[in-house]
C-alpha cells in the first residue's frame, strides 16, 4: 500500500506551460513568485503544471506551487492498496513537496493537460483534467495517465485552489473516451 501511494503522489499533477514562465531558483528565497497567475482559472491550471513539471536535477519553484492553494487546500491522492481497497491520502501542500518534491527533482517530471472538462457557478469551479506523466519533456511517450479533479474559489481577488482529488488510469479503471481529447 505504501508503494502505491508513494506513486500516487508523484504521478499527480498534469501541468502545462505557463505563458508568464515563473523561474525556478536554487533556494526558497531566491525564487520568483509571480502573482498575476491566479487572475484567471486558465492560468491557475497551467501554473499548477508548471510549477511541478522539470528534468532530472532541476529544483521546482515551490513558493509559486503554495501560492496557488487556499491555507486549508487539500491534495488527495486516490487507488488501489495492495489488497485492492480503495483508498485515499489526504495531504496539505507543504506535506505534498516533503513526500514528492524529492522524487520529482531526482527523477525528472513532466505532466501535461491533455483535456479538461470545466464546470462553474457563482465563484466555484470544477476542473477534471486528465494528464499525462513524463520523465523528461523530450520523452515522446507518457510512462502514466491520469485524471485530477480540481475544485477552485475565487474570492473576487484572484483563484484558490481548494482541493486535488487524483487517480491513475489502469487497466481496470481506463479513463473514459468523454475525457480524452
Known sequence: MKQLFTMLLLCGMAFGVNAQEVAKKDTPEEQVLDTTVVLTLDHTIKSLYDVI????????????????????????????????????????????????????????????????KTEMFGNMAHVFSTYESFHSEADEESFMRGINSIQLFNDSKRWWIINIFWSQETQINPIPKSYLP
Open 53 to 116: 513539471s522539470g528534468e532530472s536535477g532541476e529544483k521546482r519553484n515551490w513558493k509559486q506551487f503554495k501560492f496557488l492553494f487556499h491555507p486549508n487546500a487539500k491534495l488527495i491522492p486516490g487507488g488501489r492498496d495492495d489488497f485492492g481497497d480503495y483508498k485515499v491520502l489526504y495531504m496539505d501542500p507543504k506535506a505534498y513537496i516533503k513526500q514528492s518534491g524529492p522524487w520529482l527533482e531526482e527523477h525528472g517530471f513532466f505532466e501535461k493537460e491533455i483535456h479538461r
